[in-house]
């Protein structure tokens, strides 16, 4: 007997089996997360004044904008958004192939590894050792450790897989694999390029802008993904409306990814095919966005204010809305008439985060809502944190990108005027970049909520289970219950 037919008491210890075997290394990744989340925060904030007054850090080269800026970044990818995805895979690919993990501790032993690994990395940039390559900062002595810290993290998720009792695999399950084998291909491929002493610059930087887009639609785009194919079906207590649109949301997503981010460049000292078919890629994004959205809201038909209540579905499902904004602002931009003015400006950052934060990382906030408390045995203390914590996170990233998409267009006229010096363009977007310094403030305050709340439940202090489901509102109406809110109810 599979564990798929197993009678319905049977599966619900099962699956209390599995979460009680992934408790050690998930509360330590999640952990780990907030505390470089909040660290990002705060750098962003410091780097936003750095970039607005100057001055003020003259005397200190450690807090310039160019060496801050991208400890800032690198701290958001490689510290909270990489290990909110490991947690994140861990207990999706645990639960939808039902195993249990046998050797937590190891995970753990290689989660510190990373940590410290990530540290060295930033502390190589602040010291000046950097490579001046966006996302690929870390010094080159660090790439190697990294790769095999990460290969000893995602193992266990391959071997999950491996040996899952149904050999069907879920859409969920897909979205993980590709993303666990697509980062160590793009990492060492784009640090082997980087790091060649003889290799052409402007190759380089081409590599780069390829990696940057992998990175965004490859490696973290499908963990939350596959998260939010998760979670909405669960929340509701509805299946995926189409699976067939969720497949082709899938393959299309790793059919033109590869094919994107050499647009950035166009018109450049590059070979006109390149950046022609990484904006083409770009604009066919749009079918897996399409597809994601459509799936979400039609699997959320008749329920979709469940969002008001719900904190996984509400910051999952804005995930989701996120996702197509995000691939709709990357596809204009990679069309001629509008690249030729924003690139090399500042939208493009405020579109990648975009990605970073207004897609994964709220989808990611969304998933650890649903998962800890499966793991703790308590739930969340205090609803209006989370709605404090979701609105102060959205007006953040909203300012941020749209004032930095507002400093690009300021920027790119003056740039493609080419009478007018460069640094014309730096005084014109300037104004709008001061809003940077406020959206960061709100999201550093709506992260504390979050890791205040997140302590909470380590220690277990949450509210008991039996009282119900957190809500980010009180229950409205009768119909909405802790039966269709929580997993005892749901068949994993």
């Known amino acids: 007997m599979t564990t798929d037919t197993l009678p319905a008491g049977d599966d619900v210890h099962l699956r209390a089996r599995i979460d009680r075997s992934l408790r050690f290394p998930l509360l330590f990744f999640f952990t780990s997360a907030a505390g470089w989340l909040c660290l990002s925060s705060l750098l962003g904030f410091v780097s936003a004044l750095s970039l607005n007054v100057p001055e003020w850090f003259d005397r200190l080269p450690a807090l310039h904008y160019g060496r801050l800026y991208p400890v800032h970044v690198n701290a958001l990818i490689y510290g909270w958004a990489m290990q ?5 895979s861990l207990w999706l690919m645990a639960r939808l192939s039902r195993n249990v993990l046998r050797n937590p501790v190891t995970l753990v032993v290689a989660g510190h590894v990373w940590n410290l ?32 810290s990460y290969v000893s993290i995602v193992i266990w998720i391959v071997g999950m897989f491996a040996s899952r009792a149904e050999k069907s695999a879920f859409v969920s399950q897909l979205y993980i694999l590709a993303s666990v084998f697509w980062f160590p291909w793009i990492y060492v491929t784009a640090n082997g390029f980087i790091h060649q002493d003889d290799g052409a610059a402007v190759m380089k930087a081409a590599v780069n802008s ?4 992998n990175m965004i639609y490859m490696v973290l785009a499908p963990v939350a993904l596959a998260a939010s194919y998760y979670i909405v079906p669960k929340v509701t207590g509805r299946p995926v409306f189409s699976y067939a649109l969720a ?3 899938f393959w299309s997503l790793v059919l033109f990814t590869g094919w994107t981010g050499m647009s950035r460049y166009m018109g450049g000292p590059l070979p006109a095919w390149l950046p022609t078919v990484g904006g083409a890629a770009s604009i066919f994004l749009l079918i897996p966005a399409l597809a994601v ?9 008749g329920k979709l204010a469940w969002a008001n209540y719900s904190p996984a579905l509400r910051f999952a499902f804005f995930g989701s809305i996120a996702f197509l904004v995000g691939v709709a602002l990357n596809a204009i931009v990679s069309t001629f008439p509008i690249g030729r003015t924003l690139q090399l400006t500042q939208a493009q950052g405020g579109i990648d985060l975009v990605a970073v934060y207004g897609f994964f990382t709220m989808t990611m906030f969304g998933a650890i809502y649903f998962i800890v408390p499966r793991i703790v045995g308590c739930e969340w203390p205090n609803g209006p944190m989370i709605r404090f914590h979701f609105w102060f996170s959205a007006y953040g990233i909203g300012a941020i990108a749209a004032f930095m998409i507002f400093a690009g267009l300021a920027q790119g006229h003056v740039i493609a005027n080419y009478t007018e010096e460069f640094i014309t363009a730096v005084e014109r977007g300037k104004p ?21 709340q997140l302590a909470l439940m380590v220690i277990r202090r949450g509210r ?7 809500l980010i509102h009180k229950k409205p109406e009768d119909y909405f219950t802790h039966e269709l809110v929580t997993e005892k109810a749901a068949q994993a």
Not at 84 to 88: D, I, M, Q, R
Not at 293 to 301: A, F, P
Not at 432 to 452: E, P, R
């Open 247 to 249: 497949n082709i949301g």
């Open 464 to 470: 008991r289970d039996d009282e119900g489901p957190t």
């Open 117 to 148: 690994v990530v540290s060295v990395g930033l502390l190589s940039i602040l010291l000046g050792w950097g490579t001046s390559m966006p996302w690929l900062d870390f010094h080159r002595g660090i790439s190697p450790v990294l790769v095999i």
């Open 293 to 301: 959205v459509y799936n979400q809201v039609k699997t959320m038909e």
């Open 84 to 88: 909110a995805g490991f947690g994140v």
């Open 432 to 452: 709008y970049l001061a809003a940077l310094a406020i959206g960061w403030f709100l999201i550093g305050l709506s992260n504390l909520s979050f890791v205040a």
């Open 210 to 213: 390829w990696y940057i887009s």
